[in-house]
């Protein structure tokens, strides 16, 4: 497509892309003059009839990383395998160090751009571990979060994207089938004007039901105080409560764009919208939704000015709605591989073994699930239980691992498995482990020396 400036672009993969930009700039809320709090405010309890599925205060020491057990680091150009500089043309490296991501030890993460003496931009992108975040059947689902935007305009702003948004889960460890699987922008700003957007990205591309690469979205002005100057709130509801579900955004408690289920057909809204979504926060560098408003950086574009965000909260409301597992699962009974609370590359179908249900499928390198609130008791467990199945080829196989609490930490127990006779043979194999006594998040993780698949997981279990 061509965008509004006139510079034809290949279609984008994830994320957000250029706005509707010229059909959109005319959509801003009517003035209203907002108190702006400190910067170390606190997120708000859940009001009455919400339940918190997460939150992050970011507290921590001055100058430490995000919490792991929360966020994880995207860092390169793009994801591994996936389409090149993010798929939206933004020049920045995304690193994990503390000097592009940060506590600032008043309650605030820091995303801070940066550039070297070659001209070179390093920035910062987290995402969060879960990819679940979705309303119960009949609910409704709040994401949100306060931030000041970078705080610089004009010429010195030339190139700052910084974000606030949502993916729809299944696009992790696919990377290529984006807008089919939904993408939700809370805030998006750019070259310091006092504007925020809002989007919804689906369908096909370019084009199509949701006029991708453009989206369906929205746009308004920051009221009281400029978006760069302080800090507001921004939250995304996803209500299916209403006879037609949508979804809407809002700026410090306005509502100034939404999006109908009946704006498009009921194929694309479901393939957007029926599964989960993980959270995003990063501040790009350059791409195609700067390119819209004069382009950037250039050598004028000052480095080292952070999106501050306060905290990420998520509330869910309504029929079916349940707070995260919090030390629920017993260690020592068969802890079903498909309920994980969040996975990379995972899949599931259903099974052929005893008791039916679902088995996780299409394991191989780097994939992973994620079992919150696994309880070890006081006694350590010395063994792991894997029921298995492996259709692989052969000279195939990989490691099952367990890790706890963070996919970074090393392993405390694996085995190795290669084919069993077929996807749907099953094994049971033990293994032996370093002794866990407490509650823990379990990590199974995947690791090969190929890229092909190499085990299906049914269930698993630990044993004394």
């Not at 084009?207 to 302080?230: R, V, Y």
């Not at 006594?437 to 997981?457: I, K, M």
């Amino acid at each position: 497509m061509s965008d509004p400036s006139g510079i034809h672009r290949r279609p984008r993969t994830p994320r957000r892309a250029l706005l509707a930009v010229l059909g959109t700039l005319g959509l801003v809320a009517a003035a209203t003059t907002v108190a702006v709090p400190s910067a170390d405010a606190s997120a708000p309890a859940p009001p009455s009839g919400w339940t918190q599925v997460f939150l992050d205060d970011f507290e921590g020491a001055a100058g430490s990383g995000v919490n792991t057990s929360n966020w994880q680091y995207a860092t390169g150009k793009g994801y591994p395998g996936g389409p090149a500089n993010w798929g939206t043309g933004e020049i920045e490296t995304m690193t994990n160090s503390t000097n592009n991501v940060s506590l600032d030890g008043n309650g605030n993460l820091r995303i801070t751009p940066r550039r070297d003496a070659s001209g070179n931009w390093t920035s910062g992108r987290i995402e969060t571990n879960r990819t679940d975040f979705q309303p119960p059947a009949g609910g409704k689902l709040r994401v949100e979060s306060r931030i000041q935007v970078p705080n610089v305009t004009g010429a010195a702003a030339k190139g700052y994207w910084p974000a606030f948004w949502m993916l729809g889960g299944p696009y992790r460890g696919n990377y290529w089938n984006w807008p089919a699987v939904g993408e939700l922008d809370i805030m998006e700003n750019t070259q310091g004007m006092n504007t925020v957007f809002a989007t919804m990205h689906c369908g096909t591309s370019p084009g199509g039901p949701c006029n991708e690469t453009s989206g369906i979205g929205g746009n308004t002005t920051c009221s009281g105080t400029t978006c760069q100057a302080g800090f507001h709130t921004y939250r995304m509801e996803w209500d299916r409560s209403t006879s037609v579900e949508e979804i809407r955004f809002y700026l410090d408690g306005v509502n100034f764009h939404t999006v109908r289920a009946n704006q498009v057909d009921a194929t694309t809204w479901a393939n957007a919208t029926n599964h989960g979504f993980f959270v995003i926060l990063n501040v790009a560098m350059g791409g195609g939704f700067p390119d819209a408003f004069g382009g950037g950086p250039d050598s004028g574009t000052q480095p080292g000015h952070s999106m501050v965000v306060d905290y990420v909260q998520v509330l869910s409301s309504g029929s079916g709605t349940t707070p995260p597992p919090t030390g629920n699962r017993d260690a020592y009974s068969a802890i079903q591989a498909e309920s994980y609370d969040s996975q990379g590359g995972v899949g599931t179908e259903s099974t052929s073994d005893s008791g039916g249900g679902q088995n996780i499928a299409s394991l191989s390198n780097g994939d992973w699930a994620l079992y919150r609130g696994v309880n070890f008791g006081s006694s350590a467990a010395r063994q792991f239980v894997g029921r298995v199945a492996s259709g692989a080829a052969s000279g195939v196989s990989g490691l099952v691992e367990v890790r706890l609490d963070s996919r970074g930490n090393a392993p405390v127990g694996s085995f190795a498995v290669g084919n069993t006779g077929g996807w749907q043979s099953w094994r049971t194999v033990p293994a032996n482990i370093t002794g866990v006594t407490g509650t823990h998040d379990v990590y199974l993780t995947f690791t090969s020396g190929q890229p092909a698949d190499f085990v299906n997981v049914n269930w698993f279990n630990f044993g004394r």
